[in-house]
């Protein structure tokens, strides 16, 4: 299966994906968050074991963690350089990915995000389409550039149910749709059709 690193926030939604990445048994290299780490350490980069975290979505998974530091990214590319990943992916990453990282991906870049782009870009976009009262939500899985979530679209996937879901159902039910889309993605057989944005239907 190909080999990838997750680049997480500090969210539920992150840990739930992270929770069902496992579930599908996933080949996840390492796990990158924005920050510092929970000990104090001197250097830009801290590279820790998954068990060292405590959390349950991370008890069953045996890879480093990645602390990336304001600045780090020097330090961040030597250590993502040795994995030798196929795909990065992130979900609620607190940071732009430069390109010079990006390219350290064998395949691709991807970004996982809970709208149907081009609508609700930017950050926190649940709070805004619960907000706004819509109806038509979804998730969305692009390629990442240069540009806040604008990437052209590898796939996406209708989720009306979202909704009317209660809160503390959303998360993983978010999370569950991005994996197997993501399992789907990976797959040697799966042949994206890119979809450009249309930059005319954008929102934030």
Same mark, same amino acid.
């Given at each position: 299966?190909?080999?990838?690193?997750?680049?997480?926030g500090c969210t539920g939604l992150s840990e739930q994906f992270i929770a069902?990445?496992?579930?599908?048994?996933?080949?996840?290299?390492?796990?990158?968050?924005?920050?510092? *780490? %929970?000990?104090?350490?001197?250097?830009k980069i801290a590279i820790q074991t998954a068990q060292q975290n405590g959390? %349950?979505?991370?008890?069953?998974?045996?890879?480093?963690?990645?602390?990336?530091? *304001?600045?780090?990214?020097?330090?961040?590319?030597?250590?993502?350089?040795?994995?030798?990943?196929?795909?990065?992916?992130?979900?609620?990453?607190?940071?732009?990915? *430069?390109?010079?990282?990006?390219?350290?991906?064998?395949?691709?870049?991807?970004?996982?995000? %809970?709208?149907?782009? *081009?609508?609700?870009?930017? %950050?926190?976009?649940?709070?805004?389409?619960?907000?706004?009262?819509?109806?038509?939500?979804?998730?969305?899985?692009?390629?990442?550039?240069?540009?806040?979530?604008?990437?052209?679209?590898?796939?996406?996937?209708?989720?009306?149910?979202?909704?009317?879901?209660?809160?503390?159902?959303?998360?993983?039910?978010?999370?569950?749709?991005?994996?197997?889309?993501?399992?789907?993605?990976?797959?040697?057989?799966?042949?994206?059709?890119?979809?450009?944005?249309?930059?005319?239907?954008?929102?934030?």
């Amino acid at each position: 299966m190909p080999a990838m690193v997750i680049f997480a926030g500090c969210t539920g939604l992150s840990e739930q994906f992270i929770a069902h990445a496992v579930k599908y048994k996933l080949n996840i290299k390492a796990i990158a968050y924005s920050g510092y *780490p %929970p000990a104090a350490n001197t250097g830009k980069i801290a590279i820790q074991t998954a068990q060292q975290n405590g959390s %349950p979505s991370l008890a069953n998974l045996n890879c480093p963690r990645l602390w990336i530091k *304001p600045h780090g990214w020097r330090e961040a590319e030597q250590a993502l350089g040795k994995l030798g990943a196929n795909y990065f992916v992130s979900i609620c990453f607190l940071r732009m990915i *430069p390109e010079k990282i990006r390219r350290l991906a064998h395949i691709a870049c991807l970004n996982v995000h %809970p709208s149907l782009l *081009p609508a609700y870009r930017g %950050p926190h976009p649940l709070f805004w389409q619960f907000k706004h009262a819509e109806t038509n939500m979804g998730v969305s899985v692009h390629l990442m550039t240069d540009r806040l979530d604008s990437g052209a679209i590898v796939l996406q996937q209708r989720m009306p149910e979202l909704r009317l879901m209660p809160a503390d159902r959303l998360d993983s039910a978010l999370s569950a749709t991005a994996v197997s889309m993501l399992v789907q993605i990976i797959k040697p057989a799966f042949k994206p059709e890119l979809l450009p944005q249309n930059e005319q239907g954008a929102s934030y």
